[in-house]
């Protein structure tokens, strides 16, 4: 997540770490609630429902408020801010068109390896260029290193450590140019010619890369590798060797060395040294920076990287996008089930170096507290938490991406005509429903608390499972149809206050403590962190976003959870509560001057630890209005048309949705318990026929009767009536 975190309240080394820069900060935050001040564009979507016109207005200010902010971002945002961006037709300033653009450039650029991983795209810093930009090797533990020539391409606050000379370096077969232009500098004199570091000593377990920052010229045909020395094994072998890729370009390459995959790579290294195998004694290395690196790739990447691309096909129609890019999606889903062992666990599995699932954090049964370096690396948005090994919240995601791609690889294989590419062979449909089930089926049964009747956060590499009352993961277990019938019932259950949890710090109604939704947790956490967040107990309860705080965004799945278990009368008594509560905070000038110390509540944003999430870096608050679209309306894409399913309160009418952008048409729907109303606001002329699939049930269109789906051609002006039957 993008660090629910302050470094300033639990320190690392020292290292004041601010959690996002001013240029990123400029670059991705968005206006606050002063923008709802200004007329929401006329052609914005608007919700109505006779008698309920105020609340309506609410939720299309709130909308407006965070929608100029749900472009693309970093890729674990790729699936909930894909369809809250792309379905309102805003025509204003003729930018219809940009939200699509910018989705299409952004997931076909989207960096993937030759293995498939996708990567995280978050801002710079010194930990793993393709992952999350913390931890770093300066907040680990002894054994890890850096020696940094030049800190020129690091914002600050994401380093902690200074830059340092050439001393202490030992150059074989070249000269010393010194250290300028953000580098140390080398020139060979020799053939085969190497750099050897200083002694060293390196924990390997907090050290699975060594990264590399430098530039090479004149040294196309050189084989560059990096070899050790350990404790056990004081001289330089070939045993201990493993090639780099020559770089080559005018700007610094990084350069991340998986020594964990090779077998000599353990206990203590003493020393490294890189060898050219330069074959002309000449060329010229620019030495920037070499240094530890944990492993702070996310497991969620591929997942959300699959149902981003699978919301942008479905709402845009872009076949050219889908030929491009169904060949990484193929690739990504497939990473997930042979690198996490999707396909022989029935879970994700993650067992990559630090991502064990287990607490950085021990203490003794007289309070000493011990950092455990290297454990508890994050895997998602929640990037204190340790989850990882057999992780439930990577698993339920996963099998969300499954849903996605059984539907695509459905549609590809009954439209030859798209031609759609093979040369990523396409997945059986039967297989990935199979393995669909199973996924569920083993999650349910493994990550399942049978005493506090809710998900855990997995099982650690140790076989445990940590459970903190997680309302984010459940409600998401729930939403995306994870969740048994059973289990769900047994989560709303909990987080209603119709059941108790003994031991929870939030229960009954304190649950609800801040109103906009749920506590991310329920019950108090000093313990399950990664060593990097070292002093949660500095924080009371509540004034952490992952401990007793809460993030507005994620009440779209709390009220899509109520809805889909309890109906859509509790769904709405939750959304007006949160209704209650914006309009109050608009009423005190935005959530800024809301929550300024005369309440309780602090917000989380821009560099400042809080326990509530609402603004600033929290994209995600887009989501909640998505209820009255996806929710009450039942509205979603399809890959021939769309699908309408309306939920109304009782003391709903109707419902009327304005302005839904569907591929190259504009509708308008209006729904009540007996008829369906679609009007066609604008239409490209080369639009092909829709079809409409509808509820269960017997309905009439004029005099024709009309069970599973109709068919329609959507022509600006036209407009047709569906009428349900007794």
């Not at 830059?163 to 140390?184: I, N, P, R």
């Not at 030495?287 to 699959?306: E, G």
């Not at 949160?578 to 935005?590: K, L, N, P, R, S």
Request: net charge negative; glycine share 10%; proline share 6%.
């Amino acid at each position: 997540m993008t660090t629910r975190c302050s470094w300033g309240t639990s320190p690392v080394n020292s290292v004041r770490i601010v959690f996002i820069s001013i240029v990123i900060f400029i670059a991705f935050s968005f206006a606050s609630s002063s923008a709802v001040a200004q007329s929401i564009p006329q052609d914005f979507p608007r919700f109505i429902v006779p008698g309920h016109e105020a609340a309506m207005d609410s939720m299309r200010a709130l909308y407006w408020l965070h929608y100029p902010g749900a472009g693309p971002k970093a890729t674990l945002w790729d699936e909930w801010l894909t369809a809250p961006s792309l379905w309102p037709a805003v025509m204003t300033d003729d930018q219809s068109d940009t939200p699509r653009r910018q989705w299409a450039n952004t997931l076909a650029s989207r960096g993937m390896d030759d293995d498939g991983y996708v990567f995280t795209h978050q801002h710079a810093s010194i930990a793993h260029q393709h992952g999350w930009p913390f931890p770093f090797w300066k907040q680990g533990g002894p054994g890890t290193w850096g020696w940094h020539f030049s800190l020129a391409s690091v914002p600050n606050g994401w380093h902690g450590t200074e830059a340092k000379d050439q001393q202490g370096w030992v150059l074989s077969g070249a000269a010393d140019e010194g250290v300028h232009d953000d580098a140390w500098w080398f020139r060979f004199t020799e053939s085969n010619g190497g750099v050897t570091t200083p002694p060293l000593h390196i924990d390997v377990f907090q050290s699975p890369f060594i990264q590399i920052r430098w530039k090479m010229e004149g040294l196309a045909d050189a084989k560059p590798f990096i070899e050790w020395t350990r404790e056990d094994a004081p001289e330089f072998d070939p045993s201990r060797r493993m090639s780099i890729e020559p770089v080559a370009g005018d700007s610094f390459t990084y350069s991340m060395i998986p020594l964990y995959r090779h077998p000599e790579w353990k206990g203590v290294v003493t020393q490294m040294r890189i060898s050219f195998v330069n074959r002309q004694p000449n060329g010229l290395v620019g030495l920037q920076a070499i240094f530890t690196q944990y492993d702070t790739r996310h497991n969620i990447n591929n997942s959300n990287f699959v149902r981003g691309c699978s919301n942008y096909f479905l709402w845009s129609g872009d076949l050219k996008f889908l030929r491009g890019q169904i060949g990484r999606m193929r690739r990504a889903v497939r990473f997930v089930m042979d690198e996490f062992h999707a396909l022989d666990e029935g879970v994700v599995l993650t067992d990559w170096v630090g991502h064990g699932g287990r607490t950085g954090i021990q203490r003794g049964a007289d309070g000493t507290k011990t950092l455990l370096y290297g454990r508890g690396v994050g895997n998602n948005y929640w990037d204190l938490l340790p989850f990882g090994h057999k992780d439930s919240y990577a698993t339920v995601q996963y099998y969300d991406a499954l849903q996605h791609m059984i539907a695509l690889e459905g549609a590809i294989a009954s439209h030859p005509d798209w031609s759609i590419p093979d040369e990523v062979p396409a997945f059986d449909v039967d297989m990935l429903k199979q393995h669909a089930a199973n996924i569920k089926r083993t999650g349910n049964e493994l990550f399942w608390n049978s005493d506090t009747q809710r998900f855990t956060a997995g099982v650690d590499i140790d076989g445990v499972s940590h459970d903190y009352g997680f309302a984010f993961l459940n409600l998401e277990a729930v939403y995306y149809d994870f969740a048994t019938p059973n289990h769900a019932g047994a989560i709303l259950n909990w987080l209603s206050g119709d059941r108790i949890v003994a031991g929870d710090t939030a229960q009954g109604d304190d649950i609800y403590h801040w109103r906009f939704g749920p506590r991310a947790t329920t019950k108090r956490n000093i313990d399950y962190y990664g060593w990097f967040w070292s002093n949660p107990e500095g924080i009371p309860w509540g004034g952490q976003v992952q401990d007793g705080g809460g993030v507005l965004g994620f009440s779209f799945h709390d009220l899509m959870a109520r809805l889909k278990t309890r109906g859509p009368d509790d769904a709405w008594n939750r959304l007006q509560e949160i209704i209650a509560w914006f309009d109050e905070v608009q009423a005190a000038g935005g959530y800024r001057a809301y929550y300024d110390g005369t309440r309780d509540g602090t917000l989380q944003g821009g560099g400042t630890a809080g326990g509530l999430g609402c603004d600033q870096e929290f994209f995600e608050s887009v989501l909640v209005p998505q209820i009255m679209i996806e929710g009450f309306l039942g509205f979603a894409p399809t890959v021939d048309g769309f699908s309408v399913d309306p939920k109304l309160p009782e003391d709903w009418p109707e419902l009327t949705v304005t302005r839904i952008r569907l591929r190259d048409v504009v509708y308008d729907l209006h729904v009540s318990l007996d008829s369906i109303d679609v009007a066609v606001v604008d239409s490209d002329a080369d639009s092909t026929d829709v079809v409409v699939t509808l509820p269960a049930g017997a309905w009439m269109h004029e005099d024709i009767e009309v069970e599973t789906s109709i068919t329609i051609s959507p022509e600006t002006g036209s407009s047709f009536t569906l009428m349900r039957q007794p």
